[in-house]
């Protein structure tokens, strides 16, 4: 049955990257394999990062992490949204902090969507939980989780152009408004 209950969690983890997944994907219009596969990775590396953070620092910080958590989540997937739309309306260079083409960009996503990861590992902590479980089953959940749904935004930018990016931008914006009310 923790298996299960665990695969499930697992689950409801990654359906915050679904949203992302779909709306970012339609920024990446070249190198999508190299790109897609970094973030890919990164994303599933820092949900396992945050997952034992989070259950490493246990009830010390649970309180305030839930507190901010969706404010810091918020503000960094509003930053990467309003970059999207610059990107798409002005023609930016890609090579901007929050561009999903750099290192810093990508990693900025994936602290934006692992965030509530650690807030699950602090609630594992709390109830000393065994996270080697819940790390084991969810980083390849989350893995093929975003490498599917940036796929398919790309797929998705490729039928409909520019305005699949500003509304990539948009949604993005939204989650992050979402996190906050």
């Not at 394999?33 to 034992?52: E, N, Q, T």
């Not at 998705?156 to 949604?171: F, M, N, P, R, T």
């Amino acid at each position: 049955m923790e298996v299960l209950l665990t695969f499930f969690l697992a689950l409801g983890l990654a359906m915050d990257i679904c949203a992302v997944g779909l709306s970012s994907g339609t920024a990446i219009q070249k190198e999508r394999v190299v790109i897609i596969s970094r973030i890919s990775i990164l994303v599933a590396l820092f949900h396992a990062l945050m997952l034992f953070m989070g259950w490493l620092l246990g009830s010390f910080i649970s309180g305030y992490t839930e507190t901010w958590a969706k404010y810091i989540a918020a503000v960094l997937l509003f930053l990467i949204g309003v970059n999207m739309i610059q990107e798409a309306v002005f023609e930016k260079d890609k090579q901007s902090i929050l561009s999903f083409y750099t290192w810093s960009g990508q990693i900025t996503l994936s602290i934006a969507t692992s965030i509530d990861a650690l807030v699950v590992g602090v609630s594992f902590g709390v109830i000393h939980n065994s996270i080697l479980l819940l790390v084991l089953i969810t980083t390849p959940i989350i893995l093929v989780t975003t490498a599917a749904t940036f796929w398919l935004g790309g797929k998705i930018s490729d039928l409909i152009g520019k305005q699949a990016e500003v509304l990539g931008g948009v949604v993005l914006i939204l989650i992050g408004l979402f996190f906050i009310l």
